[in-house]
């Protein structure tokens, strides 16, 4: 199926009918921002994790592992430059009450002319748009400006709705003349104010302003905050990183596209230490190439990641240069992932906030210097997010009785994919067929999360575990018992079956995921 067919909402249905993904507190009417995973989204993220730290951790000399706490000294917060500066630009509608991020927001100008031959163009005013708006909508929201403005039998010139500007940079005068993305009337939209996005809490027994501490908006300052430890306890050495997946949280405006923006999700960060005279430049190429590489190798097409290499003059001061990657999800090419190279920003921050040495040591040069970071940043729910996409899929099979029906599967790579196996007795009333199939589960179970399904008609459980992602259905029948030990292994994406000894079902299976 053609990406661009599939929506969001095809994804939220699909996750929350098959039990991937629910909406936080949904029995109290929901809670926006927040998400939980079912029972086959936990095994979905877990896979993802485990693939991510198997590829960065274990498989490699280099990195080493970390698991830092949630809440820390604030003074780590002011160190890295949260407290001070952690917030997004926002603007709310007086009109709809809603609220969005202002650098989420662009303007276009609108123009109409009225129908009559010879008349002249007019800007009658701007509609405001959030970055992901087709231009379909776009130009209904220009419908909806003419028509509040009362001006009949005109019509919109659509080539004006390509200039694009940041709503940022609007003059406050015209605000008066622009559309909210979701108003009726325009000069709903307040001027730009500055919304922090860290959760505040208290720790201790005062809750004042002395007690304040926060959740952490980030992964990445728990491992600067242990980089010392690390150092002076293992056996690293520049070059070298540290890994670290855990939860983070924002207080984002406007949490939407699903799981993509949420404010409470998980990152998977790694700093790479590397010495301030290293070629930063040829790292950092590398850093992107891996972690491309590392999302093909979990399902995601490479045509459909692409690099967002950010301007000069848009990267941090002390940032020497930051590439994201994009991929094309259903709500459009977003940022999937950010490979920043940081200079030795934080570490000189901590080093002056905690007043202690933070220098490396560098034997063979028998120099010491603050080793600078390339920080690859991966967002777990959007890896989870694009590997849906990616194995989001329709098309047409035969059924029992022969016809050709619609049929939903995820393609899933095997070794991300919830279940690896399920195994089906043909009848479920003909104890041989069920006994023979348990013993051929419980040994599966003992090596891969398998599924087991006894009821309904064989073709229904195929598709059932198609929509779900299951690669291989194993299926005992009666030529098992009676003839030769023979199951069937039935292929999810070519829906082709092959007969295998039963007792080399677990062989065959691990020979398929690589793992022989
Ligand atoms: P954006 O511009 O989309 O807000 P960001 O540039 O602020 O993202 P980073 O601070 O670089 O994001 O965070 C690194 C990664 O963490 C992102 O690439 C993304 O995968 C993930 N991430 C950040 N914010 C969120 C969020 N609110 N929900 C889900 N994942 C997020």
Not at 156 to 176: G, T
Not at 364 to 377: D, N
């Amino acid at each position: 199926m053609a990406k661009q067919l599939l929506t969001m909402e095809t994804l939220v249905t699909l996750c929350k009918r098959r039990g991937f993904v629910f909406q936080s507190s949904e029995i109290y009417g929901g809670y926006a921002g927040f998400f939980d995973f079912g029972p086959l989204g936990v095994e979905l993220k877990n896979n993802i994790k485990r693939a991510w730290w198997q590829d960065f951790v274990h498989g490699r000399d280099d990195i080493v592992g970390l698991d830092s706490s949630i809440i820390m000294h604030p003074r780590t917060w002011e160190a890295s430059g949260h407290v001070a500066g952690f917030a997004d630009p926002m603007t709310d509608c007086r009109e709809t009450k809603k609220r969005y991020r202002a650098d989420q927001i662009f303007v276009s100008p609108v123009t109409i002319v009225e129908m009559v031959a010879g008349a002249v163009p007019e800007m009658i005013g701007s509609v405001a748009f959030m970055e992901d708006a087709t231009a379909d909508e776009i130009v209904k929201r220009a419908k909806v400006l003419r028509d509040s403005l009362e001006k009949k039998n005109c019509k919109v010139i659509e080539e004006k709705l390509a200039e694009k500007r940041e709503f940022d940079k609007v003059p406050e005068a015209e605000l008066a003349t622009i559309l909210g993305p979701d108003a009726t009337k325009p000069g709903s939209l307040t001027p730009a104010r500055q919304f922090k996005l860290m959760f505040e809490t208290h720790v201790g027994a005062l809750q004042d302003a002395s007690s304040v501490a926060y959740l952490r908006p980030e992964t990445a300052q728990g491992i600067f905050n242990n980089y010392k430890n690390v150092l002076d306890t293992g056996r690293v050495k520049v070059p070298f990183g540290i890994a670290q997946i855990g939860k983070a949280f924002r207080n984002e405006i406007t949490p939407r596209n699903f799981l993509f923006r949420s404010r409470e999700f998980e990152q998977m960060e790694i700093e790479y230490f590397i010495s301030p005279d290293a070629d930063w430049k040829a790292l950092h190429r590398k850093w992107i190439d891996t972690c491309i590489d590392w999302y093909v190798s979990i399902g995601l097409p490479r045509e459909g990641i692409k690099e967002d290499v950010h301007p000069q003059e848009k990267l941090a001061h002390y940032a020497k240069a930051c590439t994201d990657l994009t991929f094309q999800f259903p709500h459009g090419q977003q940022e999937l992932e950010g490979i920043a190279v940081r200079g030795n920003f934080d570490l000189t921050q901590h080093q002056q906030y905690s007043g202690k040495n933070l220098e490396y040591f560098d034997e063979e040069k028998k120099t010491r210097y603050l080793p600078h970071v390339i920080e690859p940043s991966f967002g777990v729910e959007r890896a989870f997010l694009a590997v849906l996409t990616s194995a989001y899929d329709e098309d047409e099979v035969p059924n029992d009785k022969g016809v050709a029906e619609k049929r939903v599967l995820l393609r899933f790579a095997p070794k991300v994919a919830p279940y690896k196996v399920a195994v089906f007795p043909l009848l479920k009333n003909k104890p041989e067929l069920v006994e023979r199939a348990d013993r051929i589960y419980k040994r599966l179970q003992k090596r891969w999360s398998a599924f087991w399904d006894a009821s309904g008609a064989i073709g229904r459980r195929y598709r059932r575990q198609d929509e779900i992602g299951t690669p291989w259905c194993v299926t005992i029948d009666f030529d098992t018992i009676e003839k030769d030990g023979s199951v069937t292994i039935r292929d999810r994406d070519t829906t082709k079956q092959v007969r295998v000894n039963e007792n080399d079902v677990v062989a065959w299976i691990a020979e398929k995921m690589g793992e022989n």
